[in-house]
């Protein structure tokens, strides 16, 4: 269960999600001139997938039947998975979708196109089906190792601009954000030229916000479910502790026994039905391959009730501290400036 303290916010925020704006403003994105793939529903997590596991776990990937990879520069592995990726087992380019991330050390208009540079010869591919700004957030670059200085004079429409540049220079077919407040997305749809294929932040059944999934879905953005397994990402662990991982959640044990499919399949599943798209994690061949197969759970409307009672509206990755920045503005369990900690 989570702490007292978020049920109580829980209860209020429950009445007051806020929700962008940008009514009548066009969510359009650019056709490119050649049509490929939409975002494939399921994809291969890489964060905390390390150097020959992450090459070992998008090979498992294409032999499961995977064609959507999420990585970033961030996660430090890039090369590594383009070793797999020009092995002469993977499908042809097209074939597969690719999302990458722009960190926020690269946020200056001048750093946006050689970042992705970078990530596309680390990758080994030509191009990104979709690069994203990671965070809404800017760091000044040449910080020392470990050392983080939010840059107050790079705002994200700069960066936006410099990431629509990379569509018109066939560098990426789409661009996105992840991690934005209602507030930051609007900023950038009232804005923009080219405008976010997608938005992927966290949201699973812990952390559900489903107002602000539908809003994205009746906006043409797609949603991309990170962290789709809850807290099963060991780094969470210390978040909320007395919530145990989410395939020992009794409820979704036996939902799991009732469909004779895995706990995380029965999750991921959930995530799938309600049309957003899903990123599970996995070094393990088994696990891959598992989390594959939920594309086949289906859940009747009553089960999807009953799965929407379990919101706990609890977020586990908010770097908002660390960073002395307020993210999630107006989200369940995200920063809000008529709450403080400790009510
Ligand atoms: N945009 C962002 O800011 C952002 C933030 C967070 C995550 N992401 C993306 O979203 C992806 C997924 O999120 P995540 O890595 O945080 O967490 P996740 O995919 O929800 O969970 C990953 C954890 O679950 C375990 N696992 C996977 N399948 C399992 C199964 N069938 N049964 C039991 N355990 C299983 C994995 O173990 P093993 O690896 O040991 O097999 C790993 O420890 C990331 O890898 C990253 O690509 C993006
Ligand atoms: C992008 O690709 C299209 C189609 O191949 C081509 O016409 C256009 O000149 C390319 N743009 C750049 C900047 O390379
Ligand atoms: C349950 O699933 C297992 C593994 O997929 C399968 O072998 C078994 O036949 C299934 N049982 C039923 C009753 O559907
Ligand atoms: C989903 O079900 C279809 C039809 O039974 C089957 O052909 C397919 O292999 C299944 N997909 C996965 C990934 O298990």
């Given at each position: 269960?989570?702490?007292?303290?978020?049920?109580?916010?829980?209860?209020?925020?429950?009445?007051?999600?806020?929700?962008?704006?940008?009514?009548?403003?066009?969510?359009?994105v650019k056709e490119w001139t050649f049509k490929g793939l939409d975002i494939p529903s399921i994809g291969l997590g890489l964060w905390n997938s390390k150097d020959k596991d992450a090459t070992r776990a998008v090979?498992?990937?294409?032999?499961?039947?995977?064609?959507?990879?999420?990585?970033?520069?961030?996660?430090?592995?890039?090369?590594?998975?383009?070793?797999?990726?020009?092995?002469?087992?993977?499908?042809?380019?097209?074939?597969?979708?690719?999302?990458?991330?722009?960190?926020?050390t690269d946020h200056r208009p001048g750093r946006v196109?050689?970042?992705?540079?970078?990530?596309?010869?680390?990758?080994?591919?030509?191009?990104?089906?979709l690069y994203l700004m990671h965070w809404p957030v800017a760091f000044l670059p040449d910080t020392e190792p470990g050392?983080?200085?939010?840059?107050?004079?790079?705002?994200?429409?700069?960066?936006?601009?410099?990431?629509?540049d990379l569509v018109r220079a066939n560098l990426?077919?789409?661009?996105?954000?992840?991690?934005?407040?209602?507030?930051?997305?609007?900023?950038i749809l009232k804005d923009c030229h080219i405008c976010p294929y997608a938005h992927e932040f966290e949201t699973h059944p812990y952390l559900q916000q489903q107002e602000f999934v539908d809003w994205h879905g009746e906006h043409g953005i797609k949603v991309i479910a990170y962290s789709p397994l809850a807290n099963m990402n060991p780094t969470y662990k210390s978040k909320y502790p007395k919530l145990d991982p989410i395939v020992e959640d009794p409820f979704w044990k036996d939902m799991a026994s009732r469909k004779n499919v895995t706990a995380a399949q029965a999750v991921l599943g959930w995530g799938i039905q309600r049309g957003t798209v899903v990123i599970p994690k996995s070094v393990h061949e088994k696990y891959i391959f598992e989390n594959l197969a939920s594309?086949?759970?289906?859940?009747?409307?009553?089960?999807?009730?009953?799965?929407?009672?379990?919101?706990?509206?609890s977020r586990f990755?908010?770097?908002s501290k660390d960073w002395g920045v307020e993210l999630f503005e107006g989200l369940d369990d995200g920063y809000n400036r008529?709450?403080?900690?400790e009510l």
């Open positions: 269960m989570p702490p007292a303290t978020s049920h109580l916010l829980s209860a209020i925020v429950l009445t007051s999600t806020i929700l962008p704006s940008a009514l009548g403003s066009q969510v359009a090979e498992y990937a294409f032999d499961a039947g995977y064609s959507h990879v999420d990585s970033a520069a961030a996660y430090g592995n890039e090369d590594f998975v383009g070793k797999a990726l020009q092995s002469s087992d993977t499908p042809s380019r097209h074939k597969y979708w690719v999302t990458s991330k722009l960190w926020n196109a050689p970042a992705l540079k970078k990530t596309l010869a680390d990758l080994s591919i030509p191009y990104l089906d050392r983080t200085i939010v840059d107050q004079d790079t705002d994200i429409v700069m960066t936006w601009r410099a990431m629509e990426t077919r789409y661009i996105g954000v992840s991690n934005f407040s209602p507030r930051q997305l609007d900023t594309v086949n759970v289906t859940f009747s409307k009553a089960e999807m009730g009953e799965i929407a009672a379990q919101d706990k509206r990755n908010n770097p008529f709450f403080v900690e």
